[in-house]
């Protein structure tokens, strides 16, 4: 998986370094037609599908231990609108990695503002900003609710070049911050206590994927 990532950055950097050598000989060459031309094929808005894999971050935010990382990789599926260079709507299913320790196979529904800017060599920085829906998926009973209600944000970089026709590439960085009723009832003396607090945690992902727009 890191070497994937690895070479998705890699293609975005050569990419990137070739759009700037290809604009600088059109502006020597005073050739605008050919820049225009670009501009005007590049998919900007549309609907648009992805899929994307990477690796999986979890914290016990309330007890601040340690990161603890997933030996299981994260996927997720992408649904979105881009409705102009700058704003897009997106909807996010994440399967997030098995976490060690605690027994969960985490899933998130998500709804995000994702807000940028498209540049003409196809680049756009991104960030990400919305809510998500939790199923922790236990393996074994617990004083926790399974399900939850959290907060999601992040950045990014995607490329999408006009000469790929709506294809993109993207790598980026996201985190579900989230909280989940625990309940008390006893303590290991039996003794009952029957209340109620919210624990809090955060699963975060980087990953890498590609998507179609139409």
Do not use: C
């Amino acid at each position: 998986m890191k070497k994937t990532i690895g070479m998705i950055v890699l293609l975005l950097t050569t990419s990137t370094v070739q759009a700037k050598i290809m604009t600088t000989d059109n502006t020597e060459a005073k050739q605008p037609s050919a820049s225009v031309s670009a501009t005007s094929d590049q998919k900007v808005k549309g609907l648009y599908f992805g899929v994307g894999a990477g690796a999986t971050e979890f914290e016990h935010l309330d007890y601040n231990g340690p990161t603890v990382d997933s030996d299981d990789n994260m996927i997720k599926f992408i649904a979105g609108y881009q409705f102009s260079r700058i704003f897009a709507l997106e909807g996010q299913y994440t399967k997030y990695g098995e976490i060690n320790g605690y027994g969960w196979e985490p899933t998130a529904v998500s709804l995000t503002a994702n807000l940028g800017y498209t540049f003409s060599n196809g680049l756009r920085p991104f960030g990400v900003a919305g809510f998500s829906a939790i199923d922790l998926n236990k393996q074994y009973d617990s004083g926790l609710e399974d399900k939850g209600v959290g907060l999601r944000y992040g950045f990014g970089l995607e490329y999408a070049p006009a000469v790929l026709s709506g294809f993109s590439a993207r790598v980026g960085y996201e985190i579900d911050i989230f909280g989940i009723e625990y309940t008390y009832s006893s303590d290991s003396s039996g003794y009952s206590y029957g209340y109620t607090e919210i624990e809090e945690f955060a699963l975060g992902s980087f990953y890498a994927s590609v998507a179609y727009k139409f």
